[in-house]
């Protein structure tokens, strides 16, 4: 499954989220109805966070496919996201549990699913939840 975003532990915890979400709030959506995208097309050496001379090579596609698919919303998982759709300085506990846009679509920002793995972040758990539960109502409300 290399090369598909979101696979491993952060992607069955991005799973269960949106699954487990939807089906609490009573809303008909599964991950696989969902259009899931990384930022950049290439995986960076040694899974680094990509630079941003990486971010903008590839920010022209990622635009192209998002303008293509027209999302009702955006749930931009982590700083990598948010600063390649915002191009805001501010970090993702600032901007979580907001909406902005991306042009003409609405853009929530939330916790990556791996930082949401590591041990000391229950409350970013629990904020990621709720943001994600922002999106799915605004999606399908």
């Keep these: 499954e290399q090369g598909l975003p979101f696979v491993g532990r952060a992607g069955q915890l991005l799973t269960q989220m949106i699954d487990n979400t939807a089906a609490k709030e009573g809303i008909p959506i599964q991950r696989a109805d969902v259009y899931i995208c990384n930022v950049v097309k290439c995986r960076p050496p040694e899974n680094r966070t990509p630079e941003p001379d990486e ?39 600032k901007m979580r549990g907001n909406w902005y846009k991306w042009r003409d679509i609405p853009v929530m920002v939330t916790y990556h699913p791996s930082y949401l793995l590591r041990p000391y972040n229950q409350n970013a758990k629990r904020e990621a939840w709720e943001d994600l539960k922002k999106v799915l109502h605004y999606v399908y409300d």
Excluded: N
């Excluded at 990622?62 to 300085?89: D, Y």
């Design 55 to 93: 971010m903008e090579i590839c920010g022209e596609f990622l635009f192209r496919q998002l303008q293509a698919i027209r999302p009702k919303a955006i749930c931009a998982l982590g700083a990598t996201a948010s600063r390649a759709l915002l191009a805001r300085k501010e970090g993702v506990t």
